[in-house]
């Protein structure tokens, strides 16, 4: 008589395992190993949930990224703190991918503006209000420019939008002077 699968004829044993999932996947089709199968599928199912690995639809994350993306933080930069492929996040901002993996989801979503790279441009009006107040208190602004480490001075800067390291070292400097 000839197997009925390859599995089957590569498994001597699999006569001897049945009502296991062994025996299922060497090919037996008999109702015990279907049904032990069918535990170990569902026990897994379960173990996935719970351990993180459910699948939800990709509504939120793609809403956050959004979001982040109004605040110059890129699919790059995001990428980078949740080590997350760039492709994914690309499927994911673009709509092709409707579901992801929910811890994923929880990695994009405890991503915040401080993930912006050093050379994204960012808006200048906070940093500017910040430098005019250090102005008010007392600093000029060729030390304030010394302090953050522009070498062109404070006019050099953008008045729209400045680069992301610039607006961090004026934010650094003023914490540690305004209270």
């Not at 049945?18 to 026990?43: K, V």
Request: include cysteine; proline fraction near 3%; hydrophobic fraction near 40%.
């Amino acid at each position: 008589m000839r197997p009925q699968s390859t599995r089957a004829a590569a498994s001597p044993s699999a006569a001897k395992d049945h009502g296991t999932r062994a025996g299922y996947a060497s090919g037996c089709p008999c109702l015990p190993c279907r049904a032990a199968n069918s535990r170990y599928e569902s026990e897994r199912r379960t173990a996935m949930k719970q351990n993180g690995a459910a699948v939800v639809p990709a509504d939120t994350a793609r809403n956050h990224i959004l979001r982040l993306s109004r605040k110059s933080v890129g699919l790059r930069a995001i990428s980078a703190a949740t080590d997350i492929g760039f492709e994914t996040l690309q499927h994911i901002w673009s709509g092709l991918r409707a579901h992801i993996r929910k811890t994923n989801e929880k990695k994009i979503l405890a991503v915040d503006r401080k993930a912006v790279f050093d050379h994204a441009l960012v808006p200048a009006a906070r940093t500017w209000r910040q430098i005019n107040q250090l102005v008010e208190e007392g600093f000029n602004k060729g030390d304030i420019a010394k302090r953050i480490g522009s070498l062109a001075g404070l006019h050099k800067l953008g008045k729209e939008k400045m680069l992301a390291i610039t607006a961090s070292r004026v934010e650094r400097l003023y914490s540690q002077f305004i209270y």
